[in-house]
């Protein structure tokens, strides 16, 4: 019995010794197992960690266009030219241009000539005035005024009596061929106009007349 325990004990030191040398290089074995292990782990986590971390590859930046381009002035359009409008003449003012005046067509015929001392129409004056009656038919409204003259033969008073009468001889022709008399004016300024200063008879003839005016050839 006593030799069993004895036994016993000596099994039981054995084991503690075997313990004490197998615990110790477990622990080394583990731990040199755990450190193989371990970087294994850690590439493994950089590489899910460089998986999931790793960046979308950059988009391309927009190519910026030079300023000079952004600044260019836009172009200028020119606008077709307006079309001329056309031009409306007024009939009124051109025929008013264009058709011949009282006066201008009265020029032709407007003086008429007297003998001396004498107040009856001459055959010339009588043709002289057929004409102007003509043409003043086609003036119904106009105002005549008829200008009697002598030569400076005579004194001032008898010559303004001559030339008055001169004027109304006119006149009285002119309403015998249809003018209105209400249109037709007498006056005389006797020699106090001649139309030629000279002293002769060449121009006392000239000087001894009837002149048919118009309103606006005054």
Excluded at 8 to 34: H, R, S, W
Excluded at 67 to 86: C, G, H, I, N, S
Excluded at 94 to 102: E, F, G, H, M, R
Aim: hydrophobic share 40%.
């Amino acid at each position: 019995m006593r030799i069993t325990l004895i036994n016993k004990k000596k099994g039981a030191t054995k084991m503690k010794k075997l313990l004490v040398f197998l615990i110790p290089l477990l622990c080394i074995v583990l731990m040199l197992n755990t450190c193989s292990k371990r970087p294994a782990l850690v590439q493994e986590d950089k590489g899910e960690a460089a998986a999931k971390v790793t960046p979308a590859p950059e988009q391309p930046k927009p190519v910026q266009k030079p300023d000079t381009l952004a600044q260019a002035p836009a172009p200028v359009v020119t606008p077709p030219p307006a079309e001329p409008k056309p031009v409306i003449a007024d009939t009124q003012k051109v025929a008013a241009i264009t058709a011949p005046s009282l006066k201008d067509e009265l020029a032709q015929c407007n003086t008429v000539y007297f003998d001396f001392d004498r107040y009856e129409l001459r055959p010339d004056a009588i043709a002289t005035l057929e004409k102007a009656a003509k043409v003043l038919k086609q003036y119904p409204n106009a105002i005549i005024t008829i200008e009697g003259h002598c030569d400076e033969r005579g004194t001032v008073e008898y010559n303004l009596a001559l030339g008055e009468r001169r004027a109304h001889s006119v006149k009285t022709y002119l309403v015998n061929y249809g003018i209105n008399p209400d249109n037709l004016i007498t006056i005389s300024y006797g020699k106090e106009r001649p139309i030629d200063p000279g002293h002769n008879e060449e121009a006392w003839a000239k000087n001894r007349r009837a002149v048919l005016v118009t309103s606006d050839s005054k």
